[in-house]
Nanobody
């Protein structure tokens, strides 16, 4: 059974940093793309960042230069380092995996950016 479990969310002040982690189990983690999506209240779920099995990354324009996605294949983990956080980054963040069109999602974790 595939499981993706997010951790590291919480409340942070504007300008602060958080690192989200996603632990995967039940899959061959070294293959397939991993990523992070987010969904703000009243909004659709949007792409934040993705990383391929080869380490190629892609970011939403709104987070370029502030967020960094990375993966550690031996540990079955993917990370999202978020710096210079803004109130508009407040959302539930979801870990995502896509392998040959088969998608899996975590349950999500809340990130709140507020003073």
């Amino acid at each position: 059974q595939v499981q993706l479990v997010e951790s590291g969310g919480g409340l942070v002040q504007p300008g602060g940093s958080l690192r989200l982690s996603c632990t995967a189990s039940g899959i061959n983690f070294s293959v397939g793309a991993m990523g992070w999506y987010r969904q703000a209240p009243g909004s659709e779920r949007d792409l934040v960042a993705t990383i391929t099995s080869g380490g190629m990354t892609n970011y939403a324009d709104s987070v370029k230069g502030r967020f960094t996605i990375s993966r550690d294949n031996p540990k079955n983990m993917v990370y999202l380092q978020m710096n210079s956080l803004k109130p508009e980054d407040t959302a539930v963040y979801y870990c995502y995996r896509d392998y040959r069109g088969v998608e899996h999602w975590g349950k999500g974790i809340l990130v709140t950016v507020s003073s």
